[in-house]
């Protein structure tokens, strides 16, 4: 996908479709008014008599527009002038793009950064714009023998009404497009089966990764033999009752000018298929269960947006394999394992399993000295009771960098919610045989988790992510969301501005 930049007239913009945004108070903005001056007002005279209304998202399409270049005008309701924020700026471009996605059309000029949202800038506006296109293209017909056909658009023009905004958009639209890129990938890892996307499946993708990107990211992966020489008994034993051989997959992006600068590490739970293990799981909605890779395939995400935007600090991130399966030499419950770090732990609940390929992997990243770790896991269902499918769970050991990934959730609008993980949680997770047990009990299931984590994660700055709730959707619209891609890649940007300010 394109996305050039125009400050024309719009009236004059030759395109197959013109977007074109409208609040409901009907004052038109820059470009609308131009457009209605042209046209004899078109738009006005819509609006007054109630052929469009502007609720937010709604779209209507005017198959042919006098006095305009453009062969096509579409409206798209922005709601409530003064209701007008960062959520519902997105949701007119989703029901915009959906809509374009369904037509025709190859182009289209859209006159979205003209919408006056509080505190964003025509850079976040661009940036929103091309990140929306790229998710509205989306569509995953690799299964199906007769694919429904793909959307035809392939260039979105970002109308500008000041030529001095055209740089700005033009550098939003390279990290927009870069973001719908890695989200879009974060969703096809996602809605891979588990009989494709296996540990060794993610272990190519990183490979891939790795050889496109021309030296920019070095890429190792950790096979069982390595893992068990290494002491990562504790990820070992999820896999140990599937067929599929586990991994520990590792990337590493230079981007600071010196090597040595303390990376940032993004952490992925990559459970390609989660049964429950010996504490099997009810049969109802497990096939959803090949989500349980979310976490990994963020990382990913994460990694190719970063390697197209080509951010000035070090990255690693580190993805952690595994299919939890029953099997006669599976984990049991009440099975004593010695982690990575040389904490012992009980497992009480095979299907507490992220956890225990977490552990290692966090363990693992001590290695790096990092600046700040981040974990993204699809780790605990309490985490949909609590937060439902809008937030994502956030706990850290640290309240500098919880707010800062807070932050980077509402930059990119792939929001976080803060949970507490005061110590008395903690003693939840006391065993009677062991250093520490693997589940809590119901009560907060998923702060809990997080408790137990944060017991490996004692040596840097550490905050993780439970994506359990917003990683995808069920039901008809089944699939992977492509969250927290944004979140990620806003905070590894945040964090570039803030080593340069520094400098
Ligand atoms: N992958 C699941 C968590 C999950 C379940 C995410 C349903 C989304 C939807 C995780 O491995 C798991 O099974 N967690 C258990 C933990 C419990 C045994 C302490 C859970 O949440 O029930
Ligand atoms: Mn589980
Ligand atoms: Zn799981």
Redesign the pocket.
């Known amino acids: 996908m394109e996305f050039p930049v125009q400050t024309a007239n719009p009236a004059k913009v030759e395109t197959a479709c013109l977007v074109v945004p409208v609040f409901k108070d009907g004052d038109l903005l820059p470009a609308a008014a131009k457009l209605d001056d042209a046209s004899e007002r078109l738009i006005g005279q819509l609006i007054e008599r109630g052929d469009f209304t502007a609720g937010l998202g709604n779209v209507q399409l005017i198959p042919f527009a006098p006095g305009l270049n453009a062969e096509r005008l579409m409206l798209v309701g922005l709601g409530e002038r003064d209701k007008c924020n960062e959520g519902n700026f997105r949701k007119a471009l989703d029901a915009a793009f959906d809509a374009l996605a369904g037509l025709p059309v190859g182009d289209a000029a859209v006159a979205m950064i003209d919408v006056p949202v509080p505190n964003r800038d025509s850079q976040w506006k661009a940036r929103m714009t091309a990140e929306a296109s790229l998710r509205a293209v989306y569509r995953f017909t690799e299964f199906k023998s007769e694919p429904t056909p793909a959307a035809k658009l392939e260039r979105v023009t970002l109308l500008v009404s000041e030529s001095d905004d055209a740089e700005h958009a033009k550098e939003g639209a390279r990290i927009g497009a870069a973001v719908g890129e890695g989200i879009n990938y974060t969703r096809t890892l996602g809605n891979l089966p588990g009989n494709v996307c296996t540990p060794r499946y993610l272990a190519e993708q990183a490979e891939q990764l790795g050889k496109a990107s021309e030296g920019k990211l070095e890429v190792d992966i950790l096979d069982e033999a390595a893992l068990e020489e290494l002491g990562a008994r504790t990820l070992l034993s999820v896999g140990r009752g599937s067929e599929e051989p586990s991994r520990l997959i590792v990337m590493r992006y230079q981007g600071a000018s010196d090597p040595d600068e303390a990376p940032h590490v993004l952490i992925g739970?990559g459970?390609t298929f989660?049964t429950?293990g010996i504490?099997l799981?009810p049969g109802a909605e497990m096939d959803?269960?090949k989500?349980?890779m979310c976490g990994a395939a963020s990382v990913f995400g994460t990694v190719k947006a970063a390697l197209a935007i080509q951010p000035r600090i070090n990255l690693v991130a580190v993805v952690a394999a595994a299919e939890?399966m029953p099997d006669g030499r599976a984990t049991k419950p009440g099975d004593i394992i010695k982690t990575l770090k040389g904490l012992t732990v009980e497992v009480l609940?095979t299907?507490?399993?992220?956890r225990l390929v977490l552990c290692d992997a966090l363990t693992y990243s001590e290695r790096f000295e990092p600046a700040s770790v981040i974990d993204i896991a699809?780790?605990?269902?309490?985490?949909?009771i609590a937060l439902g499918h809008h937030a994502t769970g956030l706990l850290s050991n640290d309240d500098d960098l919880a707010l800062d990934i807070l932050e980077a959730g509402e930059t990119a609008w792939d929001r976080a919610w803060h949970l507490p993980l005061w110590e008395e949680y903690q003693q939840q997770l006391e065993s009677n045989f062991a250093d520490l047990a693997?589940?809590?009990g119901r009560p907060a299931?998923t702060i809990?988790?997080a408790c137990f984590l944060s017991r490996f994660a004692d040596k840097f700055p550490w905050a993780h992510l439970d994506i359990?709730?917003t990683?995808w959707q069920s039901g008809k619209q089944k699939g992977a969301t492509g969250r927290p891609v944004g979140l990620l890649t806003q905070y590894l940007l945040d964090r570039e501005a803030d080593a340069q300010v520094e400098k």
């Open positions: 739970k459970i989660d429950g504490s799981k959803e269960m989500f349980d939890n609940n299907d507490a399993e992220g699809t780790l605990t269902g309490a985490a949909i693997n589940i809590g299931g809990t988790a359990a709730g990683a």
